[in-house]
T-cell receptor, first 116, second 116 residues
Framework: AQTVTQSQPEMSVQEAETVTLSCTYD???????LFWYKQPPSRQMILVIR??????QNATENRFSVNFQKAAKSFSLKISDSQLGDAAMYFC?????????????FGTGTRLKVLA | NAGVMQNPRHLVRRRGQEARLRCSPM?????VYWYRQLPEEGLKFMVY????????ESGMPKERFSAEFPKEGPSILRIQQVVRGDSAAYFC??????????????FGPGTRLTVL
């Protein structure tokens, strides 16, 4: 069974600085998808970024980028030029490529605090 | 295009009562997923449905919980004879039927269930 681990329960970053959130996962599959979701105090789950495992190029979305290391099964999220609105819980998620198992497996989350 | 709709946003029930949570997926989405988030935890998969079919219910408790997604109308998650341990946030997500992002799930705002 697949598992997702986020080993940092809480992280802090100074406004305008860069922070990296860690995520590792365990799977025997070769094709899958990885995601980062943001959950602000409103509790709404917001997609931040998505990575397809067969793509070697790291995904980027504006100030958000990932470092995808398939062999190491690592999928970290880098937030550049941190803003106060980035403060939230961040969840890493895994989804199998194979038909019939479309569920997401989430990590336990990292709470990001942004200091003014 | 309206997002995933969930209602009610907050639901209070006494022990032994029934809870009904509703989810309307985004337009063009016929895949619906339900997740539960206990306080200070990540989201845990419960069930995956397509119209009139349960595809994967591996995360559903064996008793008291049921889900449906009828041909017409929203998906319903039903919890019978609620207990205090059912208190949690319940999230619904949907994914598109076709296109380049069929792997991506879009989440509703959640229903926070409190059992007194």
């Amino acid at each position: 069974a697949q598992t997702v681990t986020q080993s940092q329960p809480e992280m802090s970053v100074q406004e305008a600085e860069t922070v990296t959130l860690s995520c590792t996962y365990d799977t025997s599959e070769s094709d899958y998808y990885l995601f980062w979701y943001k959950q602000p105090p409103s509790r709404q789950m917001i997609l931040v970024i998505r990575q397809e495992a067969y793509k070697q190029q790291n995904a980027t979305e504006n100030r958000f980028s990932v470092n995808f290391q398939k062999a190491a099964k690592s999928f970290s999220l880098k937030i550049s030029d941190s803003q106060l609105g980035d403060a939230a819980m961040y969840f890493c998620a895994y989804r199998s490529q194979y038909s019939g198992t479309y569920k997401y497996i989430f990590g336990t989350g990292t709470r990001l605090k942004v200091l003014a | 295009n309206a997002g995933v709709m969930q209602n009610p946003r907050h639901l209070v029930r006494r022990r032994g009562q029934e809870a009904r949570l509703r989810c309307s997926p985004m337009k063009g989405h016929s895949h619906v997923y339900w997740y539960r988030q206990l306080p200070e935890e990540g989201l845990k998969f419960m069930v995956y449905l397509q119209k009139e079919n349960i595809i994967d219910e591996s995360g559903m408790p064996k008793e008291r919980f049921s889900a449906e997604f009828p041909k017409e109308g929203p998906s319903i998650l039903r919890i019978q004879q609620v207990v205090r341990g059912d208190s949690a946030a319940y999230f619904c997500a949907s994914s598109p039927d076709s296109g380049t992002s069929t792997d991506t799930q879009y989440f509703g705002p959640g229903t926070r269930l409190t059992v007194l």
